[in-house]
């Protein structure tokens, strides 16, 4: 069974910096039967947004308000899907989600919540 798991999230004054983790299980990461990974991030009362986004050929883009300051990285020996984050300002406090594409279908975690104080 195909199971995501977010951690890393918390607390962390502006300017500060996390980095989520998204743990895979029941899937096989290396090769080309993960499609897809992303990060994506919910705050209150607005919708969920793409954050950052990296197929399996490589390829990476990030929403334009985060750019030079998140870095998305996979490792295949872990099974993770990192989202390394700097210079973290109080509007990118929400719910951060990790997706994962496999074999054509999406796979969601649950969440971790980042709150950054200003």
């Known amino acids: 069974q195909v199971q995501l798991v977010e951690s890393g999230g918390g607390l962390v004054q502006a300017g500060g910096s996390l980095r989520l ?8 990461f290396t090769g080309f039967a993960v ?15 793409l954050v950052a986004a990296r197929t399996s050929a490589g390829d990476i883009n990030y929403t334009d308000s985060v750019k030079d300051r998140f870095t998305i990285s996979r490792d295949n020996l872990q099974n993770t899907v990192d989202l390394q ?12 989600y990790c997706k994962i594409r496999y074999y054509g279908t999406d796979y969601w975690g649950r969440g971790t919540q980042v709150t950054v104080s200003s």
């Open 21 to 28: 983790s998204c743990t895979a299980s029941g899937m096989i």
């Open 35 to 49: 499609n897809a990974m992303a990060w994506y991030r919910q705050a209150p009362g607005k919708s969920r947004e």
């Open 85 to 96: 984050m700097n210079n973290l300002k109080p509007e990118d406090t929400a719910v951060y």
